[in-house]
C-alpha cells in the first residue's frame, strides 16, 4: 500500500484520445428509472449507462491524483496529512460500481473537452470540499488563476488560462433566499437564492447540492407568509420540519433551473455522517480507519440520510418527469448519486485531524480529507458530463 507524503505527480497522458471541442447541444434530457425509494442515476435513456451509485470501494495501490505537497489548495480543515493523521490507508480504494468499470479521472482530458466553458459549485461547505478536490485534480495539468476570493473562504472563481475554462464555488447553503436574524435563519422556500441565480447566465455547467444546513434553527416562508418553524428553533409556532422544507426548495430550485438555465445542471446528492457516541455539537468522533464492506448492499444508511436520500430522488426524478410530460425540448438535467458511496466510508473524515475554527467541535465527520474518498465524486462527474 502507498504511504509517503512526498512529491508524486501522476502521469497526466491521456487514457482516451482528447477530445477537439464538447457538443453540450448533443446532451439530451434523461429518462430516469427506479421507483421513488430508489436511486436514479441521472443519465440518459440507453439501457446500458451505468449506474454509478451502487457498488463497493476495492483496494488500490496507486497513489492518489495529487497530495498536499503537489496541491496548494487545500483547505486547513481538510488537510489531513498536514494535521497529522497518521494512517494513510483511506487513500488506496477506489469505487467499484456493480456494472461497469469507473475510468480514472484523466485532468487533461476534463480540462480538454471543456474550453471556454464555465462551472460553479453552488451550496455549502460539503460544496466547496468538492470544489477543492476538482481544483487540486486539475492543478496538476496547468495552475489556475485567481480570479477571485471571498476573505470568509465561501466564495472563489479560478481560471484555467490556456483552456480558459473557469471554475467558482457561490456559497449558498439552503440553495433559496434566506436572512439571518436573531439567531434564526428566515428561508423562503419559494424564492431561489439571488446570490446564484444572478450569476447563472454566465455558467455552462451548474453543480447545485444542499442538506444539512436545514437542521439550523429556521423559520420557514411561502409567498413572504410563514409556514412554520422547525423544531430546533424552539419558537412557539406551528413545526414544519426540515424534510417538507428541503423537498419545497428542491421543487423551487430545480423548477427554476428547468425553466432558466440552458447549460448542464447536476444535482448532487447528499452525503452520510459518520459521527460515534455524539454529534457535531456533542462530542462525535469517527476513528475508523477502513471503508465498511458490504458486498451485498444490504446495509441501510441512517434513518435520516436516507429519508434526506429519497426526498432528493424523488425531486429528481418530479423535474425529469415535468421536463417529458411539458416537451420543453433538451433540458440538461442529471444526478451525481454518491450517497452510498460515501456511506461506506467512515475513514475518510478528518475526524480530529483538523484546524478548528473558533465555536466548532474538535471532530469533523462530515467534511473529507484531500485528498480522499471525495476525489471518487469527479471521477463520476467526469463520466456524467463527457460520457
Not at 130 to 140: E, G, N, T, Y
Not at 227 to 239: R, V
Not at 322 to 345: D, E, M, V
Request: hydrophobic share 35%.
Amino acid at each position: 500500500m502507498w504511504r509517503s507524503q512526498q512529491h508524486i505527480k501522476r502521469s497526466t497522458s491521456n487514457h482516451l484520445p482528447v477530445r477537439k471541442s464538447f457538443d453540450f447541444l448533443k446532451l439530451s434530457a434523461i429518462n430516469s428509472h427506479g421507483t421513488d425509494d430508489e436511486p436514479v442515476t441521472g443519465l440518459s435513456q440507453m439501457s446500458d449507462v451505468c449506474d454509478f451509485s451502487r457498488g463497493k470501494w476495492v483496494p488500490v495501490e496507486k497513489p492518489p491524483l495529487y497530495t498536499n505537497d503537489t496541491c496548494k489548495y487545500i483547505h486547513r480543515s481538510q488537510d489531513c496529512m498536514k494535521n497529522g493523521r497518521p494512517d494513510r490507508g483511506y487513500l488506496n480504494w477506489r469505487w467499484q460500481p456493480l456494472s461497469c468499470e469507473l475510468p480514472p479521472f484523466d485532468a487533461q482530458l476534463f480540462l480538454q473537452s471543456l474550453k471556454q466553458k464555465k462551472m460553479a459549485f453552488i451550496g455549502d461547505s460539503i460544496a466547496r470540499n468538492h470544489m477543492h478536490s476538482l481544483l487540486c485534480a486539475l492543478s496538476q495539468v496547468e495552475d489556475p488563476r485567481n480570479v477571485y476570493f471571498d476573505v470568509k473562504e465561501k466564495d472563489a472563481t479560478w481560471e484555467f488560462v490556456s483552456y480558459n475554462f473557469t471554475l467558482s464555488n457561490i456559497w449558498s447553503p439552503f440553495l433559496v433566499n434566506h436572512t439571518f436574524e436573531n439567531n434564526i435563519y428566515h428561508i423562503h422556500l419559494d424564492i431561489p437564492d439571488v446570490v446564484w441565480s444572478s450569476q447563472l447566465p454566465s455558467y455552462d455547467i451548474a453543480i447545485l447540492s444542499t442538506g444539512y444546513w436545514y437542521f439550523r434553527p429556521s423559520i420557514y416562508y411561502m409567498n413572504n407568509t410563514i409556514l412554520g418553524t422547525n423544531p430546533h428553533s424552539g419558537i412557539n409556532l406551528t413545526i414544519f420540519d426540515k424534510l417538507p422544507a428541503m423537498r419545497q426548495a428542491w421543487e423551487t430550485v430545480l423548477n427554476y433551473m428547468v425553466d432558466n438555465f440552458n447549460g448542464i445542471t447536476i444535482m448532487r446528492t447528499i452525503t452520510v455522517p459518520h459521527f460515534e457516541s455524539g454529534s457535531w455539537s456533542t462530542g462525535g468522533s469517527c476513528n475508523k480507519t477502513q471503508p465498511l464492506f458490504d458486498p451485498y448492499m444490504n446495509e441501510s444508511l441512517p434513518w435520516m440520510s436516507d429519508a434526506m436520500s429519497k426526498v432528493q430522488n424523488q425531486e429528481f426524478k418530479r423535474a425529469v418527469e415535468h421536463i417529458h410530460s411539458h416537451a420543453i425540448g433538451p433540458k440538461r438535467l442529471r444526478l451525481l448519486n454518491i450517497t452510498y458511496s460515501s456511506f461506506l466510508r467512515p475513514d475518510g473524515h478528518p475526524n480530529s485531524f483538523r484546524i478548528m475554527t473558533p465555536h466548532e467541535p474538535r471532530s469533523d465527520c462530515l467534511h473529507w480529507c484531500l485528498p480522499g474518498p471525495i476525489d471518487t465524486w469527479n471521477e463520476i462527474l467526469m463520466q456524467i458530463i463527457l460520457g
